[in-house]
Nanobody, 124 residues
Framework: VQLVESGGGLVQAGGSLRLSCAVS????????VVWFRQTPGKDRELVAG????????IYANSAKGRFTISRGDANNMVYLQMNSLTPEDTAVYYC??????????????????WGHGTQVTVSS
């Protein structure tokens, strides 16, 4: 299984970005995919996750109302639409393929495979 993130970059505060996660490997089409982010010196934190069917997303409190997670029709793409970005959203964003069909809380232990991450930088 491979995961490849894209869509990161530099944006001004108040702007938007759309991150994409391409998941290869048919066996993971029935597993949840979760976005985490990490800043230097801090643990990786959950941003949003979505179940295998794309019906039950979960969000961190910091993401609610601003970010939207979705799955593509072929179920091998997961997107994170991020609006109203602030400098506090600056981080490396990682997508992870879970070993479960639905996100299991906020922990990283649910993740079997990680992508390499994409940098998001929000300037003030």
């Amino acid at each position: 299984v491979q995961l490849v993130e894209s869509g990161g970059g530099l944006v001004q505060a108040g702007g938007s970005l759309r991150l994409s996660c391409a998941v290869s490997g048919d066996s993971f089409r029935r597993n949840a995919v979760v976005w985490f982010r990490q800043t230097p010196g801090k643990d990786r934190e959950l941003v949003a996750g979505i179940d295998w069917n794309g019906r039950w997303p979960i969000y961190a409190n910091s993401a609610k109302g601003r970010f939207t997670i979705s799955r593509g029709d072929a179920n091998n793409m997961v997107y994170l639409q991020m609006n109203s970005l602030t400098p506090e959203d600056t981080a490396v964003y990682y997508c992870g393929a879970s070993r479960f069909a639905a996100p299991q809380g906020q922990g990283v232990r649910q993740i079997s495979f990680w992508g390499h991450g994409t940098q998001v930088t929000v300037s003030s």
